[in-house]
């Protein structure tokens, strides 16, 4: 057990959110791969893009600058969103392993809706605000998106039209609440508000949709809408770019306390929050040459882009409206099996964490949904907090880390994002308790240290 007077809170004040954000292409191994135009497979021009985003988001988009300035009104909202974020020990999942490493995370979960998504949510917001944009449209799988889109689309006095996948819509009504709390018009995806939507009603009227059909109807929603703008919660660089505001404060609360680790943990939907947990402190290790830092993306095993599927260009929606991205994917016809981490529900990951995994320079790990589960009642009945189900992906690649450092004895610094709370995601949970005793277990692995 650690001393008492040991810190298990790593806090920065609001004035020491960072100034700029930080954009991994300057430092990257080579170029990402850009997106394509699926007639001509030639790059996209900004003008293919302008009527779906902003002009800065586009320029964000293909910048190869290392920095790039935040602006003070999205700095002073990301203080209303509990920014600078919490690094915090998880000192008591350390006892009840046993394990001699030191485990810390990164408190994205104290945000305002729970994730670490208002963090591109209100810079996308700001700067749709700034181009004259009235109304911002987007699609949500179980909701934390749209319910952090809605919130900031409110603050920046933007509308808000979310698609939300129809099995969610009809099973997880939380955060459909929510984003009408905060002033969103949310419709089931399917939907007939579009073409799209209608054609595929039409052919099965109970549809449950997925998170590539909410995009489509997104976007087609979008360019038949005058004053609206769509925005991508994932994959796409300038959402990785804004993200990075998580590493780039952890790497300043690390060096403020001499902590050096030896991994970086993190789960992956479409890569928006490893990439902004890790990419900073992986252009460090870039740059100085270093290959011995570990940087562990953990998908789920039903839906395994970056562990099995191809690297290629593919559609990122099912209508195939959008460009080609290089990525690895399980293909856009994909239909993810109905697991509980909907924000892990998708078939590609972002270009530039693809371009990593293929040059070994992140390694992905694939678990089961209930070793996740586990992993995340452990966490509960230990730190407390009852971890989302997305981020209980890291947490299982964290607890395996800590125990193959107490086999072999070693003192590891392993650092994890908790990307989100599970409050309003108790449903899987509630399965895995029907199937499992409530009480933890006192594996022969993990014996508690009190015991
Ligand atoms: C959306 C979400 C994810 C997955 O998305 P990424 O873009 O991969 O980060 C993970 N955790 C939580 C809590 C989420 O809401």
Known sequence: M??????????LSPEEIPRRWYNLAADLPHPIPPPLNPATRKPVGPEDLAPIFPRALI???????RYINIPEEVREAYALLHRPSGLQRAVHLEAYLRTPARILFKRED?????????????????????????RLVTETGAGQWGSALALAARHFGLGCRVFMVRASFDQKPYRKHVMRLYGADVAPSPSSLTRFGEGLLAEAPGHPGSLGIAISEALEYTVTHPGSKYALGSVLNHVMLHQSVIGLELLEQLRRNDLHPDAYIGCVGGGSNFAGFSYPAIGEALRRGDSKTEFVA???????????????????????????????????AFLPPPIHAGGLRYHGVAPSLSLLVDAGIVRPV??????????GR?????????????STHAIRATIDRA???????ERATIVFNLSGHGLLDLEGYAEHLARVPTPLPLPEEAPLASA
Request: charged share 25%; with cysteine; glycine share 8%.
């Open 298 to 332: 953990a998908e789920p095993a039903a839906v395994p882009s970056m562990t099995r599927g191809r690297y290629e260009y593919d559609f990122g929606d099912t209508a195939q409206m959008t460009p080609l991205l290089k990525m690895h994917t399980l293909g856009a």
């Open 366 to 375: 694939a678990y089961e949904q209930e070793s996740c589960f586990e992993a």
């Open 403 to 409: 125990l193959a450092a107490k086999r072999s004895g």
């Open 59 to 65: 320029g964000q988009e293909v910048s190869t600058e």
């Open 2 to 11: 650690s001393d008492v007077s040991d810190p298990v809170r790593f806090e």
């Open 110 to 134: 104290l945000s305002p809706t729970g994730s670490h998504k208002p963090n591109t949510a209100f810079a996308q917001a700001y700067y749709n605000r700034e181009e004259g944009v009235e």
């Open 378 to 390: 452990i966490f509960a009945q230990t730190e407390g907090i009852v971890p989302a189900p997305e």
